[in-house]
């Protein structure tokens, strides 16, 4: 049991997180690359255009798998931040900060990509409807949760005030997810679901499905990249800091 | 008990206190919530009539018709149990077709036609390439031919 413990602990220790990460990135980034090249072939060249909406459909292959990974991704910012709060894990805290601008930057592109797919599909680029406002109001936590953090001059305050956002904005992520089925809305139900059948054909949501998979190791690639910088910063004065800067000098 | 172990209640409390209000707040305010009203709802008088609101459904078969100057249409949006005529001047969108999802903007006049000022079309969850769609289409087509004319005939 003891032995497990500190195996898991080992890497809440910001030097041997360091040295994992720094290893970890350009295995995730290279997957990523791979993963972006095959979905986006496959999206643009191998599927079939839609019967009704012709090739302006292909947009899905982008617009879902980022709506989808700007709500994953504020619920793990949500879930580091409170660890972070409650157990006082110093790397937790710079998780969380490290999330949130890739997970502002999906939100937009999830927000972006469906107006241009709105306006020739449903005739506007935006309407008030519960899942688009609700995504907006996904971005403004995003931002929020940046800016609070910004502002506060105190690394420990900053931290616990901005968890304390991050974690009442959880709230929005099933109203996100469920607003198509408890309200009216001009936005459509989910095709693919945990539960059921996809209602679109194989090839399509199995190429959603990659390209899910490469935004998550982009996602994963840069979130790690950021938390390193992060923490050279907060350690730098460290002797650990010292030495690896000093070894890497060319 | 320990500091940690307060944190997490305190967390936890908040949190599930949260939900509860938003829940709360959320089925307080749902019918401001919805989008677009149906046809059965104006049917039913619950819907204010005499300022401008969404009305939502499908458009109805056989009911599109354009007006001479090109620019005018005449078509009724359905929820399958009522109908309501709806005119409307202006570009549609490209989705815009019989049997299709749409959300329309405007008022309801004395007359019982809703005069739109704009026409969303909705689309649906289904995706699928054009030889699968022509497929389902003709496999109907089959099934109501042999409802049509039963066996032996």
Redesign the interface.
């Known amino acids: 049991m003891s032995r497990t413990r500190i195996q898991w602990f080992h890497f809440t220790a910001p030097a041997n997180f360091y040295d994992l990460a720094g290893r970890l990135i350009p295995a995730f980034a290279l997957l990523s690359v791979i993963l972006f090249a095959m979905g986006l072939y496959l999206g643009l060249w191998v599927a ?6 012709g090739d302006s ?1 292909r947009i ?1 292959y982008i617009h879902v798998p980022v709506a989808w990974m700007s709500m994953f991704l504020y619920v793990l910012m949500a879930i580091y931040a ?1 660890i972070g ?4 894990i110093k790397m937790a805290e710079v998780m969380a900060k490290s999330i949130a601008p890739t997970g502002a930057l999906f939100t937009f592109l999830a927000l972006w990509t469906g107006a241009l797919w709105g306006r ?5 680029y935006w ?4 899942r688009l406002t609700s995504e907006l109001i996904l971005l403004f936590l995003f931002l929020g949760y940046m800016a609070l953090h910004a502002a506060i001059e105190d690394r420990q305050r900053a931290a616990n005030a901005s968890a304390v956002l991050a ?2 904005g ?2 929005n992520v099933p ?1 996100i997810y469920f607003s198509v089925q ?5 936005h ?4 693919i679901t945990v539960t059921q059948a996809p ?3 194989t090839i ?1 949501w199995v190429t959603i499905l990659i390209m899910f998979l490469a935004c998550w190791m982009y996602s994963i690639a840069v979130v790690l990249a950021r938390a390193r910088t992060e923490i050279l910063e907060r350690e730098r004065r460290a002797r650990w800091v010292q030495e690896r800067l000093e070894s890497e000098k060319p | 008990m320990k500091t940690r172990q307060k944190r997490l209640m305190l967390v936890g409390f908040g949190l599930a206190a949260l939900l509860a209000i938003t829940a709360l707040v959320l089925n307080a305010f749902s019918d401001n919530l919805v989008f677009f009203h149906t046809p059965s709802e104006i049917a039913s008088n619950s819907v204010p009539l005499e300022r401008t609101f969404r009305l939502g459904g499908l458009v109805e078969d056989n009911s599109v018709r354009r007006g001479e100057d090109g620019v005018t249409v005449h078509f009724k949006v359905t929820d399958t149990a009522k109908a309501v005529p709806v005119i409307y001047s202006g570009v549609l969108p490209n989705l815009f077709r019989e049997g299709q999802g749409v959300v329309t903007v405007g008022q309801l006049q004395e007359d019982g036609v809703f005069r739109a000022t704009q026409v969303m079309a909705r689309h649906d969850e289904e995706y699928m390439p054009p030889e699968a769609a022509e497929a389902i289409k003709q496999a109907q087509r089959e099934r109501a031919r042999t409802v049509e004319r039963p066996e032996g005939l």
């Open positions: 079939p255009p839609d019967y009704q909406q459909y899905i409170g709060l409650i157990w006082r020739p599909t449903w005739g506007v309407v008030w409807d519960a974690l009442v959880v709230v109203i408890w309200w009216n809305t001009l459509q139900g989910a095709s209602t679109m054909a399509m």
